[in-house]
């Protein structure tokens, strides 16, 4: 997958990961999100049967909404969408899930080999020879270069932007070569020339670029990947067939990925055990056991990317005082409510980085819950019961906010019960405010919250400026908190510019341990991805590099 580089906000973990564009620039997007622990995956392993693989059948996966685009350079699709993409697109190279002690590694795709040059500034590419588009036109190098010149556009603000900030340019060698500078060394470059997947130059390269945004590229389809466009019912199934013509081995296996449009996840998890579809993206993990009970079917889990948030307006009093955000991180009972409402399926977060990731600081304090110790600093923030109803107040105003939530997400409806009660025993009067999810998107791009509660997609790319530098007029930032510490943001700019991955690694500690002190956040789990699946579906190795990471060897078991 090219997009689990992405950092993103979610606005429903569980029921659907939901990116959506805000801003010009990433979350840290994406894709994707928790905890990412590639070396305890549990990815699935081909089931012995006597007949092995074979060509033919379809497998059925159930998706929450529609494709909005099948151009991601038009505007930002969601998650889920860059899976359908993925299948449908080329990328130089393709990323392994093997980010737990390092940055990734990659295998080839469209690129067959690659070198740096003696100074490491220049990366040059190698492609694929016999690689063609659907309408039969060979796949070049200036594809890569015209994909090049649409990510770097600032008329269109492509999601990724700041991915390319470093790269200064790409030049065509000949047909098959193709060479990416760089300003300076630094540990992500590889991942930077690869995000992003290759579009045609000849027959997108001919829409203006003022047209971008309301041309319908359905009409202008030509993709280069291992599944191509058999039909699209707009709001019910987008159905992939087989491209016999694709550059990869004789397969894939599978004649046809039929992916349905269900919107309710209930509704997708009886539909798995019925039988009617046969892939599920993301279980609650209250339909766990149903899922693992069921003979005829797989539960698989690893370690995601998502973790979640209870995020503090650090511009807008009380939570622009650091003795306060820390109260509420020790006066909430963050285990059990994890433990309750997960049911296992998650644990709690330490930090801005994924305690299973290699940049992660394993020497982090850990900030437990103590509520006599949040009373203590609230006490010297100036609030106390001036007339002992239970509620703490200062100069006259009572220490009370919403919590801001989307309505149809379950599991933050009730972590914001949960904590609203926990802070309630320490004189805090937390009211939980569900709101419909574009509004929520809408107020918490804007501020207009004291409180929310959100999650994120962590990158595999750690690239901490979109979320905990601090804003910048005219420059796009996920930093919807408005947290501002200035030595966090002299620390973030010399960690993205330190070649070193040790030296880049002890920055990137330092960074930990102050977001961890100034708690902008509370941060309150990492969960775990749950997959079901048929029996039937075999060869498939899922994990937190993609759903498909390997479909080409997928096959349907009679």
Same mark, same amino acid.
């Given at each position: ?365 850990? =900030?437990?819950?103590?509520? &006599? @110790?949040? +009373?203590?600093? #609230? ?6 019961? $001036?007339? !002992?109803? *239970? ?61 929310? =509660?959100?999650?994120?997609? &962590? @990158?595999? +790319?750690?690239? #901490? ?6 804003? $910048?007029? !005219?420059? *796009? ?67 937190? @590099? ?13």
């Amino acid at each position: 997958m090219t997009k689990t580089l992405y950092q993103v906000p979610i606005v429903d973990p569980i029921e659907f990961f939901l990116m959506v564009r805000l801003t010009h620039n990433l979350l840290t997007l994406a894709f994707i999100a928790a905890a990412l622990s590639c070396g305890n995956e549990q990815p699935i392993t081909p089931v012995a049967s006597g007949l092995g693989p074979r060509q033919g059948g379809q497998v059925v996966v159930a998706i929450s909404s529609d494709l909005s685009t099948f151009n991601e350079y038009q505007w930002a699709p969601e998650a889920a969408e860059f899976e359908v993409l993925d299948l449908l697109f080329p990328s130089l190279m393709i990323e392994q899930p093997d980010f737990a002690l390092r940055p990734p590694s990659f295998g080839e795709r469209l690129a067959t080999s690659w070198e740096f040059s003696p100074d490491n500034r220049q990366l040059t590419f190698h492609l694929r020879s016999g690689a063609r588009w659907s309408d039969g036109v060979p796949v070049t190098a200036e594809d890569v270069a015209f994909t090049f010149s649409v990510q770097k556009d600032p008329q269109l603000g492509a999601i990724g932007l700041e991915f390319k900030e470093f790269i200064t340019g790409v030049e065509v060698l000949d047909p098959l070569t193709v060479r990416f500078t760089f300003s300076h060394v630094y540990p992500y470059q590889l991942m930077d020339a690869n995000d992003g997947h290759i579009i045609p130059a000849h027959v997108w390269g001919a829409v203006p670029r003022a047209e971008w945004r309301t041309t319908d590229f359905s009409q202008l389809l030509v993709t280069c990947g291992p599944y191509r466009l058999a039909a699209h019912t707009r709001g019910q199934t987008i159905i992939l067939a087989r491209d016999p013509a694709w550059w990869g081995h004789p397969r894939p296996y599978l004649d046809h990925l039929v992916f349905r449009v269900i919107p309710d996840v209930a509704s997708q998890v009886n539909q798995l055990l019925s039988g009617h579809v046969d892939v599920v993206r993301v279980v609650p993990p209250r339909d766990a056991d149903r899922v693992r009970a069921n003979a005829e079917l797989e539960l698989i889990e690893f370690p995601s990317r998502d973790w979640g948030y209870l995020g503090w307006n650090n511009a807008r009093p009380p939570f622009d005082d650091r003795r306060v955000r820390r109260a509420m991180s020790l006066a909430i009972n963050r285990k059990a409510a994890v433990d309750s409402v997960f049911m296992g399926h998650a644990r709690v977060a330490q930090g801005p980085i994924l305690s299973s990731m290699w940049a992660f600081n394993r020497n982090l304090p850990i =900030l437990g819950h103590d509520p &006599e @110790a949040a +009373r203590t600093l #609230l006490a010297e923030a100036g609030w106390g019961d $001036s007339n !002992g109803d *239970g509620v703490l107040d200062r100069g006259g105003k009572k220490l009370e906010f919403d919590i801001l939530y989307p309505a149809t997400n379950a599991i933050r409806r009730d972590l914001a019960q949960l904590i609203s009660a926990d802070l309630a025993r320490v004189g805090v009067r937390a009211r939980p405010l569900p709101v419909e999810a574009a509004t929520f998107l809408a107020r918490q791009e804007r501020g207009e919250f004291t409180a929310m =509660l959100a999650a994120w997609t &962590e @990158a595999t +790319r750690i690239e #901490l400026s979109s979320v905990w530098a601090s804003r $910048s007029a !005219g420059q *796009g930032s996920y930093n919807f908190i408005s947290y501002s510490n200035p030595e966090v943001d002299r620390l973030i700019a010399g960690a993205r510019l330190e070649a070193d991955h040790a030296r880049a690694k002890l920055l990137l500690d330092r960074i930990q341990e102050l977001i961890v002190l100034d708690q902008p956040v509370t941060f309150l789990y990492e969960r775990n991805e749950l997959v079901g699946l048929s029996r039937r579906i075999r060869g498939a190795n899922i994990n937190a @590099a993609g759903l498909f990471f390997n479909v080409q060897d997928w096959y349907w078991e009679p």
